[in-house]
């Protein structure tokens, strides 16, 4: 059974393709078979991340159905187990991907067969970068311990969670009711979930237990990348736990992923960092990421049971 | 989850209910940090009438709770709301939920199990129960069983912290090897049940698995 996650972070440069390339490399070193897609339109730089400058094949090619199955745009990476879907090769309007297209995409990466599959996602918060969380088994959210970045990733957080209840609760012909909220506050910060609890159980108690436990199932994690030694080592850990107990979200922190200076070189170079400095701390700092993706892929697996049914 | 407004003094610093005079320092120090105006950690993350609001909040707790004849009006209110326990002397103060402190980050790494918690807060000590076990040379589903409701914890709160179906604890409580998905399943499982009693789950898995031995699972 495959394993999707999202990973994604709500600026650009947080280190979303770094981690997506680097740690698709050590899963598929680790035995699992493991596909990349790039699904930043517009924005594609996962092939240069891992060292593919120029694919023969991409993402394009389906949106413009030039092939008809996204099997066929899945390329080999020349690392063993590991795949690519890429998004080079792009037209300069795939951002503005078109709904039905949007919907075969989503609809055609759930389809694919793999281990796992890691997608790179997009910075900001449009609907085309949101709709790649609502096909992920887990999400993971990348922030830099700056202002800047924690204050985009808070706000990637808030309207993944909202779209999913909008999905969720769209199943049960809620979404009028929804929006009618949503649009009472338009600066949502703390409280939400319990607001819309009250007054789901108030109309209709079936329902917001229904949608508490749809909530529960969500799998966040947060991991604070560039991390420099004068950072606060505990980022991650209070964030998570304001997430937690403010918005009754449960998130993970999966710790810091050290700043290198050789970062630079090593992307300018396209080469994958992991293999030209596999002894550094963040190399450490991306295997025990690395660990707890493949523990999830292996616990997925055993939850058969509770997968959601996709609804669009 | 109870909005911050409507929590107690003592859950919204993080605290139990008898927690001493510096440790109620210690955790307002520390929640000032988190939501503090200058804080990285909540920046953006309230809007600057909540974080106001919550910084008035965490005054009043820490104010009154500094002060011995505030505290124990307040302690005496919350009683009379039958938010807590009435505590007698020598005895521990028991609450309805105690939330896993942000302000400490070593335990905000490892969320406290529920065991763990309730074995703070009543008179029962872990050891004591667990302890039988492993004088046992096998475990049966029923020790456990017994184990767990000794202790008061639920199987839908060890379903939570472990994140396995109650269904499957269930099984394993009943001895129903066969209706878990596999040898695999059942034995890594049945090891994070008892991670939530002991650190050292191996011996027991060991009991528990040795009765499996013969019986068929599926793989």
């Known amino acids: ?312 | 989850m109870k909005p911050f407004e409507k929590q107690t003094y003592y859950e919204i610093l993080e605290i139990p209910p008898d927690a001493k005079t510096s440790d109620i320092r210690d955790a307002y120090r520390t929640a000032l940090e988190i939501y503090g105006d200058d804080s990285l950690a909540s920046y953006s993350f309230f809007n600057e009438d909540e974080r106001k609001s919550i910084l008035a909040r965490l005054e009043s707790a820490f104010t009154t709770l500094i002060n011995r004849k505030q505290r124990l009006q307040y302690d005496r209110d919350l009683v009379a709301d039958g938010v807590i326990e009435k505590a007698l002397p020598g005895e521990k103060v028991h609450m309805e939920s105690v939330p896993t402190p942000v302000s400490h980050p070593a335990q905000a790494e490892r969320q406290s199990s529920p065991t763990q918690t309730r074995a703070q807060l009543t008179a029962i000590s872990l050891s004591m129960v667990t302890d039988p076990l492993f004088e046992k040379e096998v475990v049966t589903g029923a020790d456990l069983q017994k184990m767990r409701t000794t202790l008061g914890i639920t199987l839908e709160q060890i379903s939570k912290y472990t994140k396995i179906r109650t269904v499957f604890l269930c099984c394993i409580e009943e001895d129903r090897f066969e209706q878990l998905p596999s040898m695999f399943h059942l034995k890594s499982f049945l090891k994070a049940y008892l991670q939530c009693f002991t650190k050292n789950a191996d011996p027991l898995v060991g009991k528990y698995m040795a009765r499996v031995g013969d019986k068929v699972t599926s793989t």
């Not at chain 1, 409280?191 to 009250?198: I, M, P, Q, S, V």
């Open chain 1, 1 to 312: 059974m495959t394993c999707i996650i999202a990973i994604g972070g709500g600026k650009g440069g947080s280190g979303k393709s770094f981690l997506t390339g680097n740690l698709g490399i050590m899963l598929a070193a680790n035995g699992k078979r493991t596909l990349l897609v790039d699904v930043d339109l517009g924005g594609a730089n996962l092939h240069t991340m891992i060292g593919i400058p120029y694919p023969s094949v991409s993402l394009s090619d389906f949106i413009d159905k030039e092939v008809a199955s996204l099997s066929e745009v899945v390329i080999r990476t020349g690392v063993p187990n590991l795949f690519l879907i890429s998004g080079a090769k792009d037209n300069l309007d795939v951002a503005n991907i078109p709904y039905t297209q949007k919907m075969r995409l989503l609809r055609a990466i759930t389809k694919l067969n793999f281990d796992i599959i890691l997608l790179d996602l997009g910075a900001g918060t449009s609907f085309n970068t949101i709709d790649f969380f609502m096909i992920a088994d887990s999400s993971i959210f990348v922030t830099t311990p700056e202002p800047t970045s924690i204050e985009n990733v808070y706000r990637l957080i808030r309207a993944v969670f909202i779209r999913k209840i909008r999905q969720i609760l769209n199943k049960e012909d809620f979404k009028s009711f929804i929006d009618r909220l949503l649009e009472r506050k338009r600066d949502i910060r703390i409280n939400f979930l319990t607001n819309l609890f009250d007054m789901l159980s108030a109309h209709e108690p079936a329902k917001a237990r229904m949608l508490e436990e749809a909530l529960e199932t969500l799998e966040f994690k947060l991991v604070v990348n560039q991390h420099r030694k004068l950072d606060n080592m505990n980022l991650g850990t209070l964030m998570s736990r304001l997430v937690a107990k403010h918005l009754s979200i449960h998130m993970e922190s999966w710790g810091n992923v050290s700043f290198d200076d050789r970062v630079h070189g090593a992307i300018c170079n396209k080469v994958p960092f992991i293999h030209k400095y596999p002894y550094t701390r963040t190399a450490t700092d991306l295997k025990e990421i690395c660990d707890k993706i493949t523990t999830l892929s292996e616990q997925a697996r055993e939850s058969v049971y509770n997968q959601m049914e996709l609804q669009f």
